[in-house]
């Protein structure tokens, strides 16, 4: 078995796989790092925005935004504390799964409680979103987080 490993590692394509293998092990982690400073970064501008003028915020809650089951200042502050709270942790990878999996609602119902003001275009921007939060839930955060530190400082 080993003379059959160690001849694929001779012959070109062997080679060619491993670079490839070497090289998706290294920027993996880069990569969840952009993910998670991407879909933040969305979140974090959404809710500075939301802050930025509170009478408006609570105002698009009241009349345009249909958040199902809340009432429209309490569904502006969750969003907001969400947004900013969550986004903050995802950047540093802390709790990262339970944060990607939080924006993740977030988006859901914005999109379910928006989709008729939205054009196609913010419909598929909601949507890649969602999908990489959904990367970032089923994946983990990576190496370059708090959480990969910690799984590595306590062996785990």
């Known amino acids: 078995m080993k003379s059959i490993i160690a001849s694929c590692a001779q012959s070109p394509l062997g080679r060619l796989y491993a670079l490839g293998t070497w090289l998706a092990a290294t920027l993996a982690p880069v990569f ?35 958040v199902p089951v809340l009432p429209p200042a309490v569904a502006a502050v969750m969003s907001t504390t969400a947004e900013l709270g969550l986004s903050s942790l995802l950047i540093i990878g802390l709790a990262g799964r339970f944060s990607a999996a939080g924006l993740f609602v977030v988006n859901a119902v914005a999109l379910i409680s928006y989709h008729a003001s939205l054009d196609a275009a913010g419909v598929k921007d909601h949507i890649l979103w969602g999908t990489l939060l959904l990367f970032l839930v089923t994946h983990g955060m990576g190496l370059l987080s708090m959480d990969g530190w910690l799984k590595t400082r306590l062996g785990r």
């Open 32 to 66: 969840d790092l952009a993910v998670r400073l991407y879909v933040a970064r969305v979140f974090i501008l959404s809710g500075l925005t939301k802050l930025h003028d509170w009478h408006i915020t609570l105002a698009l809650f009241a009349d345009e935004y249909k």
